[in-house]
C-alpha cells in the first residue's frame, strides 16, 4: 500500500513538471524570428542573428529600430558645410564690369548719339537733360552736366566720336568723383576690431550684403564675426547663419523671436572684441523710414554698441532700381545714424545708374560698395572709372 501511494506521487509530480514546462515555454519568441524573417526577406537580405542574443533577450536581436543605438558616425549630427575660400574683394568692379555695362539699358549710348548729331540745336540739348534725368541722375545734375557739356563743344568746335567719348567721360566722371574717401575702414586698430553697422528699409538686401560683405572680408584674410540684429524676421538670423559657416564667421544670434536688438548686437561686438576679430558686422532690421518708433531703435542700436565701442562704418543699402525714392529713404536714415558710406544693390538689374551721382549729390557721402550680381562675390568696391567707362560701353 505505501509503495503504491509512492508511485502515485511520482507520477503526479511529473505530469506536474511537464505542465508547468509547457505553460512556461517562450512560445512568443518563434513569433519574433518569424515576424523579423519576413521583414527582411522583403528587403532581399538577411544578416547573420546571433543565437545567444536572441536566446537571452538582448537589445541587438529583439529591441525595435527607434531604441536601437546609431553608429558613433551616425550620431555626430549632420556635418558642418565645408569652408569656402572667396576670392579677395580686389579687382571684382573690373572683373564684372561686362555685366555692369549690360545694366544701364543704352543711358550711355543714347547720350552719344544725340551728342555726334551734325546740328546740336535747343531741341537736341533738352533730349539730352531729359536721358539724363530718365537716368536718376536728379534735376540739378542733370542740368548741370548738360550746361558743362554745351560750353564744351561751342569751345572745341569739332566732334568727332572719340571726341564726344572723351568729353562726356570727363563730365561725368567729374559728378561721379567725390572728395570723401571710399576705403571701407574695416582694420583692426587701437586693439580693437572695426564695427560695421549695415542699415535700410526692407526688401533691399541688407541682410545678403553682411553676407556677401563677410565673404570679401576673408577673402582679403580678414576674421568676422556677425551680428543677427534682424530679431523681427525668424528667417535672417538662419540666413546669416548659413553665409557665416560658408566662410567660417562665427554668428552671435538670440534663441527667441523679438529679442532686444540693441542687446544682440552688443553681444556681438563684446564677442569680436574678446576673440580679437579684426571686423564685427551687424545685420538690423529692415525698417520704413516712414515709422518714427522704427528709427528710434535703429539709434537705439547704435547708442547701446558705443557704450563698448566706436562704430566704425554705418552703411547705409539702397536698392538701385527705386531711383528717387531711394534718396527719400537715404535723407532719414542720415538723420538717425550717421551714414558713412552706400552699398547699391541690384545695379545689375534694371537700375539706371545716374542713381550713383544723385545719391552722392544729396547725402554728401560716397558710394563704396555696388551689387552687380546674385552670386556670393557679386559685391564689389565701388569704382568711378570703371563704372562711367561700362556706361560709355568703353
Known sequence: MTAYIILIVVVAVLLLGVGATVL???????????GRARELDLTGSMPKIDDTSTATGTATATAPPEQRQAPPEQRQGPPRPTLEKPPPSAGRMVRLRARLARSQTGFGSALLALLSRDRLDDDTWDEIEEVLITADVGVTPARQITSDLRTKVKVEGTRSTDE?????????????????????????????????????????GKTTTCGKLARSLVGDGQTVVLGAADTFRAAAADQLQTWGERVGAEVVRSDKDGADAASVAFDAVSTGIEQ??????????????????????LGKVKRVIEKRTAVDEVLLVLDATTG?????????????????????????????????IAVQRELGVPVKLVGLGEGPDDLAPFDPATFVDAILGG
Do not use: C, W, Y
Open 24 to 34: 512556461l515555454r517562450p512560445r512568443g519568441m518563434h513569433g519574433v524570428r518569424r
Open 164 to 204: 564726344v567719348r572723351g568729353m562726356l567721360r570727363t563730365e561725368l566722371l567729374a559728378q561721379v568723383e567725390t572728395p570723401a574717401s571710399r576705403t571701407l575702414r574695416t582694420q583692426r586698430h587701437e586693439g580693437r576690431p572695426a564695427v560695421v553697422l549695415v542699415v535700410g528699409v526692407n526688401g533691399t
Open 276 to 297: 580679437e576679430a579684426d571686423v564685427v558686422v551687424v545685420d538690423t532690421a529692415g525698417r520704413l523710414h516712414t515709422k518714427n518708433d522704427l528709427m528710434d531703435e
Open 324 to 356: 528717387q525714392n531711394g534718396l527719400r529713404q537715404a535723407r532719414v536714415f542720415a538723420e538717425v545714424v550717421d551714414v558713412t558710406g552706400i552699398v547699391l544693390t541690384k545695379l545689375d538689374g534694371t537700375a539706371k545708374g545716374g542713381i550713383v
